[in-house]
């Protein structure tokens, strides 16, 4: 399986940025994926998860209100819609398939991880 990041960027506060995430190896529609994120010197962090239809989402707490996840089981491919962007949200972005159809806040249902995108949010 290979999980392929892309869309990170250098952006204001209150700004907006969207993630995407391509998926090769095994069948996209059957797992469920998630977006985590590692800032500096801190440990890494659930975001947000969404089921393999596409029916179930949640969300950090922190981001809920403000970031949408989706997914496009023609493409291969899963989303983050960021908008309202805090420098607090500047980190490291992964994606990851889940090892079954759900879209989990833990890690350890996580079997396969991508390289990571970098966003930046800073006037």
């Known amino acids: 399986v290979q999980l392929v990041e892309s869309g990170g960027d250098l952006v204001q506060p209150g700004g907006f940025l969207r993630l995407s995430c391509a998926a090769s190896g095994r069948t996209f529609s059957r797992y469920g994926m998630g977006w985590f994120r590692q800032a500096p010197g801190k440990e890494r962090e659930f975001v947000a998860g969404?089921?393999?239809?596409?029916?179930?989402?949640n969300y950090a707490d922190s981001v809920k209100g403000r970031f949408t996840i989706s997914r496009d089981n023609a493409n291969n491919t899963v989303y983050l819609q960021m908008n309202s962007l805090k420098p607090e949200d500047t980190a490291v972005y992964y994606c990851?398939?889940?090892?079954?159809?759900?879209?989990?806040?833990?890690?350890?249902?996580?079997?396969?991880w991508g390289q990571g995108t970098q966003v930046t949010v800073s006037s």
């Open positions: 990851a398939q889940n090892s079954n159809g759900l879209g989990s806040a833990s890690q350890k249902w996580y079997s396969y």
């Open positions: 969404i089921s393999s239809s596409g029916s179930y989402t």
